[in-house]
């Protein structure tokens, strides 16, 4: 669990430094550059699962970025994208790949590893914020009504996304049928109550 911690760090860290650097997009794929604050040697000294691990995260979250991205975005009602700090958007842009796509990893655990990194490297107050996006973003998840400021979003990755908010076994063995998916991609509309609700429970 402490190279897991120690690999998301990392991640957050090397994303973080491409963000500053206007890179997130033109970075070539598969990420091969190092990571941010690392040294080759230094690198070479880390142990293979944080840095199997560390990669796959930044690589995952370069790979579906414009998604991810439109998630975190149509839960933020009330702040820009831009305004929030590059910290935070990095710790949510992990968080929110890894809610999508690691099927092994339970969402409480993704939500409390969101809050440590930001404690360590944003701010107390921010950690309230981080936690009530991601809250808002599992209960929609779960509910199957995720909504996405992108429009072309991934039906596929969407399944999958679905699927693996079964922790509690209500989803279990449940079909999911393409008019669902296709509500729960939905572009929603920022004015709708729900949406407001949302916003309200995340600027807190």
């Known amino acids: 669990m402490r190279s897991r911690h120690k690999a998301r760090s990392i991640a957050m860290q090397t994303l973080y430094s491409l963000d500053m650097n206007g890179r997130l997009r033109s970075v070539a794929l598969p990420y091969s550059e190092g990571f941010a604050g690392f040294s080759n040697e230094e690198e070479k000294e880390l142990q293979s699962e944080v840095v199997f691990y560390a990669t796959f995260l930044v690589n995952g979250v370069l790979e579906h970025l414009e998604q991810i991205d439109g998630t975190i975005r149509a839960y933020i009602r009330r702040r820009s994208f831009d305004s929030v700090s590059v910290v935070d958007r ?11 796509f690691c099927k092994d990893v339970d969402s409480d655990v993704i939500i409390d590893e969101a809050v440590k990194l930001s404690l360590e490297f944003s701010t107390e107050i921010n950690y309230r914020f981080i936690n009530g996006v991601l809250d808002a973003i599992v209960r929609d998840c779960k509910a199957g009504v995720l909504k996405t400021e992108h429009a072309e979003f991934d039906e596929d990755a969407l399944r999958s996304a679905l699927r693996n908010f079964d922790d509690a076994g209500a989803s279990s063995g449940m079909k999911f049928d393409g008019d669902t998916v296709r509500r729960a991609i939905r572009n929603f509309d920022a004015e709708k ?4 609700t949302v916003a309200e429970e995340s600027g807190k």
Do not use: D, K
């Not at 992990?94 to 809610?99: A, G, K, R, W």
């Open 90 to 100: 990095n710790i949510l842009r992990i968080s929110v790949f890894t809610l999508f």
């Open 193 to 196: 109550a729900y949406g407001e």
